[in-house]
């Protein structure tokens, strides 16, 4: 069975720092690229982050880019999120999300289809 | 970026109407569009993926079509397990943007 379990959200001051995780199991994890989306409270999904299944490539939001950066460690099952410089804005549930498996005609040349997510850790930034 | 606008924003329907949504692109995004459902305090659950292609045990009722800027869920008979958000993603192009959301809500 598919699973993706979130942790490492809290409370934390503007300016501070958050790493999040995402502990995967049921797959072959290095064969699967994996995002960070976030939702702010009663709003829209918004996408953050993208990582290949080797760690070699990521794409960020502008919201995030020079902020945030993504890193997985093949060897534990395990994504990470560090998030430094936290804003008030940053305040939202964060989801992992499992992309699919690269297949020809399936994928456009930005990658694969997200199919499966955590269930999300919330992260609130608040003096 | 590519805007990714829904519509209609909310949707009040009854058990067994047939319901469609709408998601257009600002610009070609080809057939790589999805279709999430998302229940309040839920992960989002993938339904539609390459804008047509059902998920793997996501009932028929939901069905997708459409291609270059615009796309359509449909659910052909509108069961109480649907009542959610849905949201349309692109995945043609970093970075990859969501629709705002349409809400199915009990008429």
């Given amino acids: 069975e598919v699973q993706l379990v979130d942790s490492g959200g809290g409370l934390v001051q503007p300016g501070g720092s958050l790493r999040l995780s995402c502990a995967a199991s049921g797959f072959t994890f290095n064969n699967h690229a ?32 020079g902020r945030f950066t993504i890193s997985r460690d093949n060897s534990k099952n395990t994504l990470y999120l560090q998030m430094s410089s936290l804003k008030t804005e940053d305040t939202a549930l964060y989801f992992c999300a499992r992309h699919k498996r690269w297949r020809l005609g399936y994928c456009s040349s930005a990658g694969c289809s997200v199919d499966f997510w955590g269930q999300g850790t919330l992260v609130t930034v608040s003096s | 970026d590519i805007q990714m606008t829904q519509s209609p924003s909310t949707l009040s329907a009854s058990v067994g109407d047939r319901v469609t949504i709408t998601c257009r692109a600002s610009q070609s995004i080809s057939s790589w569009l999805a279709w999430f459902q998302q229940k309040p305090g839920k992960a989002p659950k993938l339904l539609i993926y390459k804008a047509s292609i059902l998920e793997s045990g ?24 649907d009542f959610a958000t849905y949201y349309c993603q692109q995945y043609d192009a970093y970075p990859r943007t969501f629709g705002q959301g349409t809400k199915v809500e009990i008429k």
Avoid at chain 2, 58 to 81: K, N
């Fill in chain 2, 58 to 81: 996501v009932p028929s009722r939901f069905s997708g079509s459409g291609s270059g800027t615009e796309f359509t869920l449909t659910i052909s008979s509108l069961q109480p397990d």
């Fill in chain 1, 34 to 65: 994996m995002s960070w989306v976030r939702q702010a409270p009663g709003k829209g999904l918004e996408w953050v982050s993208t990582l290949g299944g080797s760690g070699g490539s990521a794409d960020y939001a502008d919201s995030v880019k």
